[in-house]
């Protein structure tokens, strides 16, 4: 009986200590991480191919989820991951990740808030540009009363990626307690545009893969806006080339500007090499946008630091440009970076213009718009009739100005300078010469997407949509780790 009972109480000890103390971190873990993997892949073997996809992406999903509830860094790096590669998995899948995405964002603004209630410090969005942010969020949720609105089911298909997605502005002031988690992040950034710009690059000397192929003639449309030139234009895991080409537009700035900040030689060569990448993939993705904001983002650069390096090679880098632009060539690539600033593209501009004259008189009279959702693809789908849902925007701020009016467009607007106001403000009162330097990639790179917005919907298309709203909350939070700011907020 004694035996027994010292036998049990042995197993019991030996059990805790294993499960509880070592938490399976011991050969007994092991042994049964193993015997799991053998029997899910058994199981696996046995159903038919989707089933089992499903059953793995289940398997996987499922702690994922919970880490990013309990760990919002690691939610943050789950969805630039998922914008980065979302338009590649739609090329192979018809399933509603982008719904899957919004799910996420909800579950991460439900831990947020849950840990809020207890803490109760709100310091974190105590910033110029939360005040905006609030503004806009608030201002599209009116929008469902806007009495020009023909469709409120377009509203709701709209609002959920507006005011949502700006949610993760706050998820990101939150979680950004520490400089490392910032850095961490801009790591994870860095490094999915350089994958991005590697695999532009294996799609114009190797080829596009059978599912991209086929993706690519499904439409006839996309298809000729992709064949140009004689040549098939890269884009990457996006969606279409322009998408591609300024995210690497502005992502080879950054990179450039870091490269000439005060980092060991081993990262400032890993940055000029992913730049370099970068730029050689905007330049086969063939969009005109992303050439015009290089030259912008240089006297930007220029402008704020001021120095004589920086000037010569300044000066250095328009010489060259210059010379590259009246160089004569055959090559479609080549041809296509010259015609930005060659004025061949004019007839485009002109089309612009007249849209944008013929439309003005409808945004002065209606000054919170036609609603969330009048115009492009929900237009489309929810108003065919209307004549906005023909109507071709192609800006950020026209189709604003047309669905939230010129306030919303007001609203918009100012929080761009805001957020371009408190980047330069910060970077002229921070000392430390790293932090000095991101603020500086910031500001330019704010820049970059407020230019580019212009033209195109730079700022509201994944990943830069993610990319954008991540850089704002680093910008809130990023002056908060230099001690010489901190000792000046104190005094």
Not at 71 to 98: E, R, S
Not at 101 to 127: C, H, Q, T, W, Y
Not at 168 to 183: E, M, P, Q, T
Not at 295 to 311: H, S
Request: hydrophobic share 55%; net charge positive; charged share 15%.
């Amino acid at each position: 009986m004694n035996y027994a009972i010292s036998f049990y109480t042995g197993i019991r000890d030996w059990t805790v200590r294993q499960v509880l103390h070592q938490k399976l971190n011991n050969p007994l873990g092991y042994a049964i991480m193993a015997v799991v993997a053998l029997a899910v892949a058994f199981v696996l073997s046995m159903l038919p191919l989707k089933m089992a996809v499903l059953l793995l992406v289940g398997v996987l999903a499922i702690p994922m989820v919970v880490a990013c509830f309990l760990n919002l860094q690691i939610g943050i790096i789950v969805m630039l991951c998922a914008g980065f590669l979302l338009g590649l998995v739609a090329k192979y899948t018809d399933a509603p990740i982008g719904t899957a995405l919004d799910g996420l964002l909800v579950l991460m603004l439900v831990g947020m808030l849950a840990r809020l209630i207890k803490e109760r410090d709100f310091s974190f969005a105590r910033n110029p540009i939360s005040i905006f942010i609030f503004a806009w969020i608030y201002y599209n949720l009116l929008e469902v009363l806007n009495p020009w609105a023909q469709s409120r089911l377009a509203w709701v298909y709209t609002v959920r990626t507006v005011a949502l997605l700006l949610s993760l502005y706050f998820i990101a002031c939150y979680a950004f307690n520490s400089y490392k988690r910032i850095v961490t992040t801009l790591k994870v950034i860095l490094a999915l545009g350089f994958i991005s710009a590697l695999y532009s690059l294996k799609q114009e000397w190797i080829g596009f893969s059978n599912a991209e192929t086929t993706w690519l003639h499904a439409d006839e449309e996309r298809f000729m806006l992709i064949f140009q030139w004689d040549r098939m234009r890269v884009f990457s895991f996006f969606s279409d080339p322009t998408t591609f080409g300024i995210l690497m537009g502005y992502m080879s700035m950054f990179c450039l500007i870091l490269a000439a900040g005060p980092f060991k030689i081993w990262r400032k060569i890993s940055l000029l090499l992913a730049a370099g990448s970068m730029l050689l993939g905007m330049a086969y993705a063939g969009s005109r946008t992303p050439f015009v904001m290089l030259p912008a983002g240089v006297i930007l650069y220029l402008i704020l630091t001021f120095k004589r390096q920086t000037i010569l090679a300044a000066l250095m880098f328009f010489m060259i440009g210059a010379a590259f632009i009246m160089k004569s060539t055959s090559s479609a690539v080549v041809w296509r970076i010259q015609s930005a600033f060659r004025g061949e593209s004019n007839d485009t501009i002109e089309v612009r213009m007249k849209n944008q004259a013929r439309i003005q008189p409808y945004i002065l009279s209606h000054p919170v718009g036609a609603g969330l959702g009048s115009t492009g693809y929900w237009g489309k789908r929810f108003t065919p009739d209307s004549w906005l849902a023909s109507f071709a925007h192609d800006s950020l701020y026209v189709r604003l100005a047309v669905e939230t009016g010129w306030v919303g467009l007001i609203i918009y607007m100012g929080l761009l300078f805001t957020a371009m106001r408190t980047s330069i403000r910060y970077y002229f009162r921070v000392k430390d010469p790293t932090i000095k330097t991101l603020y500086l990639a910031f500001t330019v790179t704010v820049f970059l997407l407020a230019l580019a917005s212009y033209p195109q919907e730079a700022i509201t298309l994944l990943p830069t949509s993610v990319v954008f709203y991540l850089l704002l909350a680093m910008i809130a939070r990023l002056k908060d780790f230099d001690p010489a700011f901190a000792k000046q907020k104190l005094e």
